[in-house]
C-alpha cells in the first residue's frame, strides 16, 4: 500500500473514531465512496481498537467500570479464593488482575489471575479467558509458565499459575543495557518455547518484553496466551483438541500489541507461526537498540511504521558497549530476515531462526577465545622484552664472553628444539580445536572415531565399560550414518527432519533431566539421549502403538509411576518418572557401564524379556552379562529382539555420540553434558 493510500485511511479512520459509534456506519459509507478496498482496510483497524481490549490499549471505560463497581485492588488483599489466599497484587490490565497468592493446600505460592465481575456478562472476554487457560494448560515447556488450575469459585473465575520470581523483559532492558551474549541467551529460550508451542499447533500473537519474565536464575519464561490461535491439528487428535484447533481468528479482526504485530497481523489477515517469527524478531532488536524498531505518535503511525519502512540499522542505534560490530552484523542479519514484510520472505520455522541464534552465539564464544588467546601471547611478549631490555654490565671479561657465546649456542639449540616441539603441540592442538567433520572421514577413521566416542559414552554411564568388536561398532556406525543423512534435511516428518533442529530442541530440558536423574543415581547421559531415540525430544508425541511423550511411556506405565494419562504430555512429571522407572530396572540389572546397556535395552524389550534372553545364552562361549553378548547371539533370540530391539542401544550410542560432538556433525548446539555442570 502506497503512503498516499495510508494517509488516504488514516484521514478515513480518524474521521470514523470521532464518530458516535451508531454513526460510523453511514459515516464509512460516505467517506469510502464506493472503495471497498478502503473501506475494508478502516474497518479492519476500527475493530483493532475496539475488541483488542487490552491487547492494544486498556480503554479508558474499563478504568471507569472499576470506579463505577468499586472493584481496586487492594480489596481483594487477604481474600481467599478456594484454597487460595491473596497475598498482593502483581499488576493490572483489561484482561483482569494478576495476584501473588498462597495456595494453602500445597503451601506454595502461585500468581493468581482473576477475571473482573464485570467481564462475566461479557461472552466474547470470558471465551478469550478460558481459551488462554486452555492454549497454556496445552504447553508443557521449561520456558513456558505452568498453569496450575483453571476454575470458578463463588462466580469468580481464575487461572492459578507458577508464581515467577523476577522481572518482564521491558523492566531489564529499562534498567541496564544487554551483552550481545546476554541478549542471545534470552533470544534462544524463547526460540525453544515458541518451537514448542507451534509444534502443538499455537501461534501466541502477542510477544513482546511485558510478556516475557527472566527468573533470577536466568530461566526465560513466555507468559499471556490470551490471544494465541489454535491452528489446524492432526486428524487423530482427540475430539476437545479439534474443537479447539477450529478456533480461527476472523478476517479483519486484529488483535496484538501495534509495535509488536506482523504486518499480516496488523492488516487483520490470517496468521500463521511466522507472525511470531516477526514478534520475536522485534523484540531482539530492541533488546540491542532499546528502542522499538517501528514506532509513531499514534498507533496508526507505528501500524504505517510496520507495514511500509525498514528499521534504522542497528550498528547506527545501538548503545553502550554490548556489542562489537562484527556481533552486530550477525545479529542484524538474523533480525532482518525474521523482519521481512512478506511472511514467504522470513524465516518459516522457529528453528530454521533457532539454528542461526545458536550459530551466532557459537561465533561469538570463538571470538572470545580467540581473544583470550591473544591477549596472553600479547602479554608473554611484553614479558619477554622487559627481560630483554634489562641493562647489562659494560665490562666483560674474555672467559665471561667465551663462555657467554657458548651459552648462547647451546640456548640456541636447546630454544630451537623447545619451539619444534611446541609448534607440533600447538599444531596437534589447532586440529583439536577444530575437529574434522565425520563426514569428511574415511570409514576407517570414521570406526576409529566411533570406537573412541563409544568408549567416552561408556565411562559415563558407569564403571567398566567394554571394548567392542567390529560387528558391534558398525552397527553404532550405522546409526549414526542414518543421522547424518539427515544433515539439512527441511522435512518436519518424525524421524526426518534436521539434526540441528532436534538437538537444538533438547537444550531447554538438560536441566530438569539432570535434575531428575542425578536424584535417582542414573547416569544423567541416559536421560538427555534416551528420548532422542524415544520421542526426539517432543514431549507430546504418540506413536502408534500408544506410547506417549517425552519418554514415550505406555499409559500403564505412566499409570504406575504416578503420571495420569492426561499428563503424560507434561515433561515436569514425566522425567522424574523416567529417572524412578530406570532406577527400578538398575535395582534388578546392575549399575555398571556393561549392566547400563541392559537397563537401556530393557527400556525397550522389557525387563522380563531382558532376563529371559540372558538365561538363554548363559551356556554360550565369551558369555558377559551385557547387551552386546545379546547382539552377538540375536539369531538365538525371539523376533521381537532381532526385528526391533537389535538396534536400540546402538541407535542410543549414536544419538549420543552425535550430541557429544556436535562440532564434528556441523552442529551449533553445545555437548549436551557441558549443559549440566
Not at 36 to 46: D, G, H, I, R, V
Not at 87 to 106: H, I, K, N, P, W
Not at 160 to 166: K, L, R
Request: glycine fraction near 6%; aromatic fraction near 8%.
Amino acid at each position: 500500500m502506497t503512503p498516499e493510500r495510508w494517509r488516504q485511511v488514516e484521514e478515513v479512520l480518524q474521521g470514523a473514531m470521532d464518530c458516535p459509534l451508531a454513526e460510523r456506519a453511514s459515516f464509512l459509507d460516505e467517506a469510502c465512496a464506493g472503495d471497498a478496498e478502503l473501506k475494508l482496510e478502516t474497518t479492519a483497524l476500527l475493530r483493532a481498537f475496539d475488541e483488542a481490549g487490552d491487547f492494544i490499549e486498556q480503554p479508558a471505560i474499563e478504568q471507569d467500570a472499576r470506579v463505577l463497581l468499586q472493584e481496586t485492588p487492594d480489596a481483594n488483599l487477604g481474600r481467599e479464593i478456594g484454597h487460595y489466599k491473596i497475598v498482593s497484587l502483581l499488576g493490572a490490565g483489561g484482561m483482569g488482575e494478576v495476584y501473588l497468592a498462597q495456595d494453602t493446600r500445597l503451601n506454595r505460592p502461585v500468581a493468581l489471575k482473576l477475571l473482573p465481575s464485570y467481564f462475566i456478562s461479557d461472552e466474547t472476554r470470558l471465551s478469550r479467558f478460558q481459551r488462554e487457560a486452555r492454549a497454556a494448560s496445552a504447553l508443557n515447556h521449561p520456558n513456558i509458565f505452568t498453569i496450575h488450575e483453571v476454575g470458578e469459585h463463588e462466580g469468580i473465575h481464575f487461572i492459578a499459575t507458577e508464581y515467577i520470581d523476577g522481572e518482564t523483559l521491558r523492566e531489564l532492558v529499562r534498567r541496564q543495557a544487554l551483552t550481545s551474549r546476554e541478549v542471545l541467551e534470552i533470544a534462544v529460550q524463547i526460540a525453544n518455547a515458541l518451537a514448542a508451542a507451534h509444534q502443538a499447533g499455537i501461534v501466541h500473537r502477542d510477544i513482546k518484553p511485558e510478556n516475557i519474565m527472566l527468573r533470577r536464575d536466568g530461566i526465560v519464561k513466555i507468559l499471556d496466551f490470551g490471544i494465541a490461535k489454535l491452528t489446524e491439528q492432526s486428524a487423530h487428535e482427540n475430539g476437545e483438541a479439534q474443537t479447539l484447533a477450529r478456533v480461527q481468528t476472523e478476517t479483519g479482526v486484529v488483535l496484538g500489541t501495534a509495535g509488536y504485530m506482523s504486518p499480516e497481523q496488523a492488516r487483520g489477515l490470517e496468521v500463521d507461526e511466522r507472525t511470531d517469527i516477526w514478534s520475536l524478531g522485534v523484540v531482539l532488536y530492541e533488546m540491542l537498540a532499546r528502542r522499538a524498531p517501528f514506532a509513531g505518535a499514534t498507533r496508526l503511525d507505528t501500524l504505517v511504521a510496520i507495514l511500509e519502512r525498514e528499521p534504522q540499522p542497528l550498528a547506527e542505534v545501538a548503545t553502550g558497549a554490548q556489542a562489537e560490530l562484527a556481533e552486530l552484523d550477525a545479529l542484524q542479519q538474523v533480525i532482518s530476515k525474521a523482519l521481512r514484510k512478506e511472511p514467504r520472505e522470513r524465516y518459516q520455522s522457529v528453528e530454521q531462526m533457532l539454528a542461526d541464534l545458536n550459530s551466532v552465539r557459537q561465533g561469538i564464544e570463538l571470538a572470545t577465545i580467540n581473544a583470550h588467546s591473544v591477549h596472553a601471547a600479547q602479554s608473554a611478549s611484553h614479558a619477554t622484552a622487559t627481560v630483554s631490555a634489562r641493562p647489562r654490565p659494560r665490562r666483560l671479561s674474555v672467559v665471561l664472553l667465551v663462555a657467554a657465546f657458548l651459552t648462547a649456542v647451546l640456548a640456541g639449540v636447546l630454544v630451537y628444539r623447545h619451539y619444534a616441539v611446541r609448534a607440533r603441540a600447538s599444531a596437534t592442538a589447532s586440529n583439536a580445536a577444530a575437529p574434522r567433520l565425520y563426514a569428511q572421514m574415511n570409514e576407517s577413521e570414521q570406526l576409529n572415531f566411533i570406537s573412541e566416542q563409544e568408549q567416552r559414552i561408556s565411562a559415563m554411564m558407569g564403571e567398566r565399560p567394554m571394548k567392542l568388536n567390529d560387528e558391534a561398532l558398525r552397527a553404532i556406525k550405522e546409526r549414526v550414518d542414518w543421522y547424518v543423512a539427515r544433515r539439512g534435511s527441511i522435512s518436519g516428518t518424525p524421524g526426518a527432519e534436521d539434526l540441528s533442529v532436534i538437538y537444538a530442541r533438547a537444550v531447554p530440558f538438560v536441566p530438569l533431566i539432570s535434575r531428575s536423574f542425578a536424584a535417582r543415581k542414573v547416569p544423567v547421559i541416559i536421560g538427555l539421549y534416551l528420548p532422542m531415540i524415544e520421542s526426539e525430544y517432543k514431549t507430546c508425541f504418540e506413536s502408534k502403538w500408544g506410547a506417549k511423550g517425552l519418554f514415550q511411556f505406555l499409559p500403564q506405565t505412566a499409570k504406575a509411576y504416578g503420571v495420569a494419562h492426561e499428563e503424560m504430555c507434561d515433561v515436569e512429571k514425566m522425567t522424574p518418572a523416567a529417572a524412578h522407572y530406570l532406577a527400578d530396572r538398575m535395582a534388578e540389572l546392575g549399575d555398571d557401564a556393561q549392566s547400563m546397556t541392559l537397563v537401556l535395552l530393557s527400556y525397550n524389550y522389557g525387563a522380563e524379556g531382558t532376563r529371559d534372553a540372558l538365561r538363554e545364552l548363559r551356556e554360550t562361549d565369551n558369555y558377559e552379562r551385557n547387551f552386546w553378548t545379546l547382539f552377538a547371539h540375536r539369531d538365538r533370540l525371539d523376533d521381537h529382539f532381532r526385528n526391533e530391539s537389535v538396534y536400540y542401544v546402538p541407535a542410543f550410542f549414536a544419538a549420543a555420540i552425535v550430541g557429544e560432538n556436535p562440532q564434528s556433525f556441523g552442529l551449533q548446539t553445545p555437548p549436551l553434558s557441558s549443559l549440566t555442570k
